[in-house]
């Protein structure tokens, strides 16, 4: 077929010409179709999604915060031990949980200032876990000062032996017998401190005279403070403990619900932990925690770090089912008491 240019022209212009036949009458281009925007429904769908997406993406996210917060409170009682550890490397003893220091705020916890006087200060975060109220964290130094004429602060090192020095906030016990009502000292609020330390293991029937209790020592002796050596113990000898690996030396301490800031001064401030056999607390405020979905980490006396249900730390009556395991692991002498 030969190709004429003539013909392909004539072609173009028949085509324009049909075009402005169709066209005819109308000015301007020609309209589009547009939409003003979505309709009532569409909206709603959309909004519908939306929800569900949420209701769906909220309950990962509070399980990845919940166990970012678990991760950072093993940590947390990792570096605790690396503490102990260098503290026990030095002194040979575990440091103890409570003391009478004389000629200041009567009785008080030391195995907290004990670890940071070989930590350093900037280990005060370490003793706050992050799944607690922000209330439970604190700054363990100062600038001194004094209230109601009792040193709340160190004014100098005479108290080093306890792990104060100077500038460093004491943390006392509640007892009624020093003014302290609950939740504060002489109307301070008390230190809180998410971890609590095994003083006192699992016994009926607690050690003679003049030997540390079944667990890492809770009230250390101080010849100079007057009470009756019955009531006090020497620290535990780091070689005393038969089997560290199966025994527990610090772990989450239970946080009451309500123990934010508008609640602290009916909350008593503890330092240690106990199992309910023998002691069976009413408060509840010396038992392990519950705070990582009913577990506590355990710190246990060779540094590892597990965590473990409430329920099971607390079952340390040896006539339980488990409970003579559970005993032993309260008593640095790994035997059922």
């Known amino acids: 077929m030969d190709f004429n ?34 309709t009532l429904v569409e909206l709603l769908v959309v909004i519908s999604i939306i929800a569900i997406l949420i209701a769906l993406l909220l ?16 940590a947390n009682l990792e570096q605790i031990g690396v503490g102990m550890d260098e503290y026990i490397s030095e002194s040979g003893y575990y440091p103890g949980a ?22 350093g200060s900037h280990s005060a975060n370490l003793f706050y876990c992050p799944a607690d109220p922000i209330e439970m964290q604190w ?31 004491f943390m006392p016990i509640p007892n009624a017998g020093y003014g302290n009502g609950p939740g504060n000292y002489n109307g301070v609020p008390f230190l809180q401190s998410s971890y609590g330390y095994n003083g006192y293991g699992a ?9 540390p209790g079944w667990g890492l020592t ?23 403990v038969v089997n560290p690996a199966n025994c527990i030396a610090v772990a989450d301490k239970f946080i009451p619900a309500n123990a934010g800031q508008s609640n602290l001064a009916n909350f008593f401030a503890t330092y240690i932990i106990m199992p309910a056999y023998p002691y069976n607390d009413p408060t509840q405020l010396n038992y392990p925690g519950n705070v990582h979905g009913g577990d506590a980490n355990v710190l246990f006396c060779d540094g590892h770090v597990v965590p473990m249900p ?7 009556n040896p006539l339980n ?3 003579r395991q559970m005993n032993a692991m309260w008593n640095h002498d790994d035997s059922v008491h």
């Open 139 to 169: 700054v363990a130094y100062k600038a001194p000062t004094t209230v109601v004429g009792n040193q709340l602060y160190a004014q100098d090192n005479s108290q080093w032996f306890w792990g104060y020095k100077a500038g460093m906030r």
């Open 98 to 119: 409570e003391a009478y220091i004389s000629g200041y705020i009567g009785v008080g916890c030391i195995w907290i200032p004990r670890l940071m006087s070989v930590m």
């Open 5 to 38: 240019p003539r013909q392909m022209s004539g072609g173009f212009q028949g085509a324009e010409r049909q075009l402005g036949r169709e066209n005819c009458g109308r000015s301007g281009p020609i309209p589009r179709t547009t939409r003003a925007g979505f």
């Open 218 to 240: 809770g009230w250390v002796r101080d010849e100079a403070s007057g009470w009756p050596a019955s009531a006090e113990r020497p620290e535990l000898r780091a070689s005393s």
């Open 59 to 74: 309950p990962a996210l509070a399980k990845a915060k919940a166990v970012a917060e678990e991760t950072a409170c093993a």
């Open 321 to 323: 089912p488990g409970g």
């Open 310 to 316: 409430q329920t099971l730390l607390l079952n340390a």
């Open 203 to 211: 016994g009926l029937n607690p050690p003679v005279a003049g030997l």
